[in-house]
């Protein structure tokens, strides 16, 4: 288990993020709603990024805090399985989307509402994180002024 930096999370907090107690990370995208209600029951968000990520910033001696946008609820299936449309890099693969999508033409008005979401997602993300480098942002230039002047 990773614990984020309580001064950090006040920080996200301030900056209008919504704190949990506990993300899990998996190794693969949870397409169905009954995979998320029983991993739910572990943690407040499932995700797949933010633990290696946090783990290995916290070997070099980093504080730490994930902040994430959620772009689909726990109620609600993906309307493709992104674990079979990914690129050999792990990215998303353009191609590999619309050949599900042919395959499934009833999937493309619930995957343009999962865009929609995901757009609105990393809108509100950027809006804490932008927030959140602003108030670092200040009160390192704060403390760097009031040391100068202490000098």
Request: aromatic content about 4%.
């Amino acid at each position: 288990m990773i614990r984020s930096d309580p001064a950090l999370l006040g920080l996200a907090r301030a900056c209008g993020a919504k704190v949990v107690d506990a993300f899990y990370s998996v190794d693969r995208v949870l397409v169905r709603s009954s995979d998320k209600c029983e991993l739910g029951a572990k943690a407040d968000a499932v995700e797949m990024e933010s633990g290696d990520i946090m783990l290995e910033a916290v070997a070099f001696g980093a504080k730490v805090i994930a902040i994430r946008a959620i772009s689909d609820a726990v109620e609600e299936d993906l309307p493709l399985d992104f674990n079979r449309v990914t690129s050999e890099s792990g990215g998303l693969s353009v191609t590999k989307v619309l050949a599900q999508a042919a395959a499934h033409p009833g999937a493309i008005p619930k995957l343009i509402r999962f865009g929609w979401q995901s757009r609105s997602a990393a809108k509100r993300l950027a809006i804490v994180l932008d927030a959140c480098i602003q108030k670092l942002v200040t009160s390192d230039m704060m403390k760097q002024a009031t040391e100068a002047s202490a000098t």
